[in-house]
């Protein structure tokens, strides 16, 4: 079965054998992804996606013209263990859904996930399999954007400056909001050992994760493909 999420800036593709996942490739945009698509064409596919109902829709349509067997995976109140803290509980990002559903399955602990995309989202997720609740704050590209649409004078960079301190208006944007999702993650370290006195462990997702610094934190993983693996699960329960 082929395992697809839409998030808000990128899609990413994998392939699930025998219980086993292997990423495929991430990517932007539909026609590339429908491009991307032909290779597998007829196959099984489950998706989960962040983005709007219009975009859904295209991408379903497309999936019809390729002969593809489809499901799209949604929030749910309950489910493989995991309950959801919101009233609401369709509201949650599926993204977010999934994360949990792949933490429940690794480990029945205290368990944080950070999620670094285009926005940074944090989850606590107890022992007994009870989303707590969790935070959004705007990743670090739409923080650069929002300045940069909001402002005359900013422009933004697209890769890191090898400065601590911008020297110019595009590394110190950079730096700043950079420093802005950092001080999101401890944040949510100091919330989380208000929360508790036990060991918490630490899943880190998202594009992004891999320019966390993560001194500091004792437990933690950086799992690149969380949501993904929240698909397999899904994938799992569906036989
Ligand atoms: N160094 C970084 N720090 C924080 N976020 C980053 C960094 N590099 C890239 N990102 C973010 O990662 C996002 C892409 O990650 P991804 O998890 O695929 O996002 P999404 O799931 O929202 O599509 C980009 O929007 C970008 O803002
Ligand atoms: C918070 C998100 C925008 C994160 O999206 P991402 O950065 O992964 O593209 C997404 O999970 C979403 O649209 N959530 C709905 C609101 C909520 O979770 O409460
Ligand atoms: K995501």
């Avoid at 995976?73 to 919101?86: H, L, R």
């Amino acid at each position: 079965m082929i395992l697809l999420e839409i998030g808000n800036t990128r899609w990413k593709l994998a392939a699930l054998l025998e219980q086993e996942l292997n990423f495929i490739e991430h990517g932007e945009g539909l026609d590339n992804l429908l491009r991307r698509l032909t290779d597998y064409q007829g196959q099984q596919l489950l998706f989960a996606s962040v983005a709007s109902d219009e975009l859904n829709q295209q991408l379903q349509q497309g999936l019809t013209q390729l002969g593809m067997v489809f499901v799209q995976t949604q929030t749910e109140a309950a489910a493989s263990g995991v309950i959801n803290a919101y009233a609401d509980y369709q509201r949650l990002g599926v993204d977010r859904w999934l994360t949990l559903l792949a933490a429940r399955q690794r480990k029945h602990a205290l368990t944080a996930i950070v999620d670094v995309g285009t926005a940074v989202t944090f989850d606590l997720l107890n022992s007994d399999g009870h989303h707590l609740g969790g935070w959004i704050a705007p990743g670090l590209n739409t923080m650069q954007d929002s300045l940069v649409a909001r402002s005359q004078r900013i422009t933004a960079r697209i890769d890191a400056p090898a400065e601590v301190l911008g020297r110019s208006t595009e590394d110190g944007l950079y730096l700043g909001c950079q420093a802005a999702v950092q001080g999101f993650v401890k944040q949510a370290q100091v919330k989380t050992n208000e929360v508790s006195d036990l060991p918490v462990d630490w899943l880190f997702t998202g594009g992004g994760m891999h320019y966390l610094n993560t001194n500091g934190f004792i437990n933690y993983e950086i799992r690149p493909h969380l949501v993904l693996e929240g698909l397999a699960v899904v994938a799992a329960d569906l036989g």
